[in-house]
């Protein structure tokens, strides 16, 4: 047998990590782009991004709204998610929200009444209280190197991609 290639396959937690960076993308504030997936037995179950209200214009339009040194336009990643599983009516407790940065206090006092029991991040957000009240609420915090920023999709290189000689 050939020997095999070394494996891109990322572990459980940096594809779900990935998969928080590319929602991501999707934020519309520039002071910070944050992605959260919510994960229940390998399962998505909800995403988001901090992004502005329904109907309002977006921080990369119009500029920040800065109240106390922190732009409040947006709903923060982690609500837009519980809010996307409430709309849907998906239950979320018991569940692992991957998140690119670690909270903000408020979004950590949701992520915690909603049942949420593990947080995973690559990437801290200072001056919160989330950490003290994630660890007073029992919700388990795993701070993981960031995954390497590549999808790795190499189209010509999988073998039935490849144009095969006809014998005939
Ligand atoms: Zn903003
Ligand atoms: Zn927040």
């Given at each position: 047998?050939?020997?095999?290639?070394?494996s891109n396959r990322p572990s459980w937690d940096e594809y779900f990590?990935?998969?928080?960076?590319?929602?991501?993308?999707?934020?519309?504030?520039?002071?910070?782009?944050?992605?959260?997936?919510?994960?229940?037995?390998?399962?998505?179950?909800?995403?988001g991004y901090n992004d502005s209200l329904p109907g309002?214009?977006?921080?990369?339009?119009?500029?920040?709204?800065?109240?106390?040194?922190?732009?409040?336009?947006?709903?923060?990643?982690?609500?837009?998610?519980?809010?996307?599983?409430?709309?849907h009516g998906?239950?979320?407790?018991?569940?692992?929200?991957?998140?690119?940065n670690m909270s903000c206090t408020t979004c950590a006092k949701a992520l915690i009444a909603a049942g949420i029991k593990r947080v995973v991040v690559f990437s801290d957000y200072h001056?919160?209280?989330?950490?003290?009240?994630?660890?007073?609420?029992?919700?388990?915090?795993d701070k993981l190197p960031m995954p390497k920023k590549t999808i790795n999709y190499d189209l010509k290189n999988y073998t039935s991609a490849r144009k095969t000689k006809r014998s005939n």
């Open positions: 047998m050939a020997k095999k290639k070394k990590l990935k998969l928080a960076m590319l929602a991501s993308e999707r934020a519309t504030c520039p002071r910070m782009h944050v992605g959260c997936v919510l994960v229940k037995d390998k399962f998505v179950l909800a995403t309002q214009p977006h921080c990369d339009e119009v500029g920040c709204l800065i109240v106390d040194n922190h732009c409040v336009r947006t709903n923060h990643a982690e609500i837009n998610a519980l809010i996307q599983a409430t709309t998906v239950n979320v407790r018991g569940a692992t929200a991957y998140i690119t001056d919160t209280l989330a950490t003290e009240f994630y660890s007073k609420s029992g919700v388990t915090i």
